[in-house]
């Protein structure tokens, strides 16, 4: 979850690595630093905070060097302080290392270390590496192969980049189950944990795969295997600029990107799917037969994407009668799951690096099941281990809280529900031309709901005083729930609970007072009855109601404290539409909380460690 670059090849390595930190901070920002290789050797600077802070502690010192590696940290060993930030050097001062994941086994090999008489700083278990490469460098081996040797010893998952005094113009990389993406400029390399940070340089990426090892020098880089073979790499190129991870005027990255998602699920449907049509097209993305002779489909994800999941249950057991089971993809993992040959496995995943999610898919694919995947990020791990992978489009997301990625995933979902049904007989053409249209639609009706988003504002201010927030649904509204619960949770540290309307008389009722204000997503439909009455069960006990309704549905106005009416004309895709308010109201609750909406404290956006 933390972010690492690395940059050699030319004399300003160090602010390459500065900007491409302050890119990175979403996935960490407890502490930062960098290392540079110059003409005086080997200089650290680390900071507790931010890399801001970062900034400030170097004010107008130049660092000469054409190789740099930096750190920004989610803490998982050691308190956040400056003793715990990265890089961290070996005892001699000549090596410098930066690390994402966790070493398991770290206990282990610092009691074998100090033994030696090597000397630690820190409470990390990441300092353990830096140690390592130092003692195989001390017998003699080049840089590469010290790297490659500490990575065989150490147990969990790394991704790192190392740098050392006595190899100036080199940075050495290596990959094991935490992601990491080469870019290939004229006479310069990066390395970094996602492609983020590169576009401003380069599009030209490779993703390195796992157990692989990377060299950057000036003059190109070069890919081994575990047992140092050269592996052949072609570069893929990013379709996308620098421009999409700007803010563009807006205040938050998370406000730019709830306002991109008629683009989004746009471009998630472009070429798929047309009005008018009963064709769904996904080209070589999943390939033909994926599919055939399945009789039960298991969704994995976590967090947002298992929202996105039990939203995609309902469409696709509706649509194609495909039983469907969703799973914490953490669970599944661990709970000796029951699988088949008629058993195909789909993982979702905003980033594709999500580790619980894809150690779900790989255990799936050991057992010899079929797999697939739902990814944002193109060439993510995720992506390519699966059978096929089924990307949302959706561009970069940098907010840490997940916006326009979850309104994708339920356009993917619904296009590979009527993909299936037509597939399997269980939908009749005119049906899929019906429901093709309502997807078509939903870009255009997501426009109209952020046309609203004045009130969402207002209401926002009225209810961020209160500490506690209950959120109601029933069908392909509580999965909503669940995900209003969550955004509210993230960003604006309200204590937040999502559950299912027709669960509340079985406990949360209890909470119910004039301090709980209950939100319910209350659009018409066949279960808007029994929403009525639930509303009713928490006025009746001096609750606040504030319920998002159908547009025209004025009667509603009369049982609930507010309203926020959205168009409920597209079927089930309405999901995608009930989903920007709650994401308004939890970011506009931040704002005026004074919450750090793009950095929630604890979080980061990529869950890359376990």
């Known amino acids: 979850m933390c972010g690492i670059i690395g940059c050699v090849g030319r004399e300003g390595a160090a602010a390459d690595v500065l900007s491409g930190l302050q890119t990175l901070e979403y996935r960490g920002y407890d502490s930062a630093g960098l290392a540079v290789v110059g003409s005086g050797g080997l200089r650290v600077e680390r900071v507790r905070g931010r890399v801001a802070d970062l900034r400030k502690r170097l004010g107008r010192k130049k660092l000469s060097g054409s190789a740099a590696i930096g750190h920004t940290r989610w803490a998982t060993h050691g308190v ?38 090597h000397k630690f700083t820190s409470e990390t278990d990441s300092e353990v590496l830096a140690h390592l490469v130092e003692r195989s460098l001390s017998g003699g081996a080049d840089l590469p192969t010290a790297l490659r040797r ?51 340089h380069t599009r030209r990426v490779i993703y390195l795969e796992d157990g692989e090892l990377a060299v950057l020098t000036p003059g190109g880089v070069e890919v081994f295997d575990r047992d140092g073979l050269l592996v052949p790499r072609a570069p893929t190129v990013i379709a996308w600029n620098a421009v999409a991870i700007q ?83 953490a669970d599944f993992r661990y709970r000796d799951p029951v699988l088949d040959d008629k058993t195909l496995v789909l993982a979702v995943s905003q ?25 944002n990020v193109v060439d993510s791990s995720l992506a390519r281990e699966a059978d096929g992978a089924l990307y949302t489009r959706a561009g970069p997301e940098v907010g840490v809280a997940s916006t326009k990625a979850f309104t994708s995933q339920i356009a993917a979902f619904y296009m590979l529900a009527i993909r299936l049904g037509l597939e399997r007989k269980t939908l009749v053409a005119a049906e ?43 069908g392909t509204g509580y999965p909503l729930a669940l995900e209003g619960a969550l955004k509210l949770k993230e960003v604006a540290y309200v204590h937040a609970e999502g559950y299912h309307a027709a669960e509340m008389k079985h406990g ?65 895709m309405n999901a995608v539409l ?3 308010p709650l ?7 931040a704002v005026a909380r004074g919450c750090d909406v793009d950095r929630p404290r604890n979080l980061a956006k990529s869950v890359t460690v376990e």
Not at 94 to 112: C, D, K, M, Q, T
Not at 299 to 311: D, K, N, Q, R
Not at 444 to 467: Q, T
């Open 432 to 474: 899929a031309a019906r429901r093709i249209n309502n997807l078509c639609a939903a870009g255009r009706e997501l426009r109209r709901v952020l046309e609203s988003a004045g009130r969402v504002e207002k209401l926002a201010k009225k209810y961020a005083g209160a500490r506690d927030f209950l959120f109601l649904g029933r």
């Open 508 to 572: 949360p009722i209890a909470l119910v007072d004039e301090n709980m204000p209950a939100l319910f997503l209350a659009l018409k439909g066949r279960r808007y009855e029994k929403i009525m009455s639930n509303i009713e069960e928490v006025r009746s006990r001096g609750g606040k109601v504030v319920a998002v309704a159908s547009l025209g549905d004025e009667e509603i106005a009369r049982h609930v404290d507010d309203a926020i009416h959205i168009p409920d004309d597209i079927g089930v």
């Open 583 to 589: 994401q308004l109201l939890a970011y506009h609750v």
């Open 247 to 329: 803010k563009e005027g807006y205040p938050h990255f998370m406000l730019k990107e709830i306002h991109e998602q008629p683009r989004a699920v746009e471009d998630t449907l472009r070429g798929r799917v047309a009005a008018g049509t009963t064709a769904v097209d996904f080209g070589d993305e999943l390939p033909a037969g994926l599919f055939a002779g399945v009789e039960r489909m298991v969704v994995v994800g976590m967090g947002t994407s298992w929202h996105a999941g039990l939203i995609g249950r309902n469409m696709i057991e509706r649509l194609a009668r495909l039983p469907v089971q969703v799973d914490y993809a």
């Open 351 to 375: 980033s594709g690096e999500t580790a619980d999610t894809l150690e779900a898919l790989r255990l799936a694919r050991s057992l010899g099941v079929r797999t697939a995947a739902v990814a």
């Open 80 to 117: 956040p302080c400056e003793a715990n930030a990265h890089p961290h050097a070996d005892c001699t001062g000549r090596v410098a290392v930066v690390h994402n994941g966790i070493i398991e086994n770290h206990r282990a090999l610092r009691r074998a270390l100090e033994a030696e008489g």
């Open 150 to 200: 500490a990575m065989r010893d150490i147990e969990g998952s790394a991704a790192v980049a190392c740098v050392s005094a006595d190899a100036p113009d080199t940075v050495v990389a290596a990959r094991r189950g935490s992601p990491l993406a080469v870019g290939l400029a004229d006479g310069r390399q990066y390395v970094a944990s996602d492609a983020l940070p590169l576009v401003e």
């Open 578 to 580: 009930a989903a920007v």
